[in-house]
C-alpha cells in the first residue's frame, strides 16, 4: 500500500510533465509522468524526504 504525499507539476513547454512522490512499506517513491503516462518510478527508499523532493521539481523542470 502506497501514499501520496505531494505532487509536482510542470509548466510552459514542460506542463505536460507531473511527479508524485508516494511513501511506501520500503521508503519514498517517486512516479515521473508524461502526460497521462508513467515514464518510470524512482525508488529512492534510502534517502529523505528533501531528496525525494528534488527529483521530483528536477523532472518537472526538465533537468532529469
Same mark, same amino acid.
Given at each position: 500500500?502506497?501514499?501520496t ?5 510542470? *509548466? ?11 511513501? !511506501? ?17 524512482r525508488?529512492? *527508499?534510502?534517502? !529523505?524526504?528533501?531528496?525525494?523532493? !528534488? ?10
Amino acid at each position: 500500500m502506497t501514499e501520496t504525499l505531494s505532487e509536482y507539476r510542470g *509548466h510552459d513547454r514542460l506542463k505536460n510533465r507531473t511527479s508524485n512522490i508516494v511513501l !511506501s512499506a520500503w521508503g519514498y517513491e517517486v512516479e515521473l509522468y508524461e502526460g497521462n503516462e508513467l515514464v518510470e518510478t524512482r525508488k529512492v *527508499h534510502d534517502k !529523505s524526504l528533501s531528496y525525494a523532493e !528534488s527529483v521530483a521539481e528536477n523532472w518537472t523542470l526538465g533537468v532529469i
